[in-house]
């Protein structure tokens, strides 16, 4: 057993699928496997922070590629995209609320005496951690610009 259970999770997804003959879902589960074993390789090591992160990546990575390709009408390719989306989404932690959020960047602002625009930075960087693999980062990084502004 690893010290990774997303990792160990997926693995056993991939057992699932295989199984099942679930040809989306198999691939899919073998992408994110095959980029945290790349992870793993690289950094020398892999936990379950990291590997949120990565899977985090790939979710955005899919729903910038969805909204690309149904503004070009190719709702083949978007279709695809979104039932890799569905599979990633299973491994992650259950979504945060904006009111969640929001009361997570207003305690960072407290805790880091962020004034103003300039402290964005300061202040993303104490919600990130705690929000990784939990919210879209772009709804983050709205909510710290409204409540700095």
């Known amino acids: 057993m690893s010290e990774c259970k997303v990792k160990d999770q997926l693995a056993a997804a991939m057992k699932d699928a295989m199984r099942a003959r679930e040809k989306v ?6 992408m994110a496997l095959a980029e945290l074993k790349r992870i793993e390789i690289d950094e020398k090591s892999l936990d379950d922070t990291r590997a949120l992160a990565a899977l985090d990546k790939m979710a955005k990575q899919r729903r910038d590629a969805i909204t690309q390709f149904e503004s070009a009408g190719r709702t083949d390719l978007s279709d695809t995209e979104k039932a890799e989306l569905v599979v990633i989404k299973e491994f992650l932690p259950e979504q945060l609320s904006s009111d969640k959020i929001t009361q997570l960047v207003n305690d960072a602002i407290a805790s880091s005496g962020a004034e103003g625009m300039r402290d964005m930075g300061k202040v993303m960087g104490l919600v990130k951690p705690q929000v990784q693999g939990r919210a879209d980062m772009n709804q983050v990084s709205q909510i710290v610009k409204q409540q700095l502004a």
């Not at 879902?25 to 073998?30: H, K, N, P």
């Open 25 to 30: 879902r198999l691939g899919t589960i073998r």
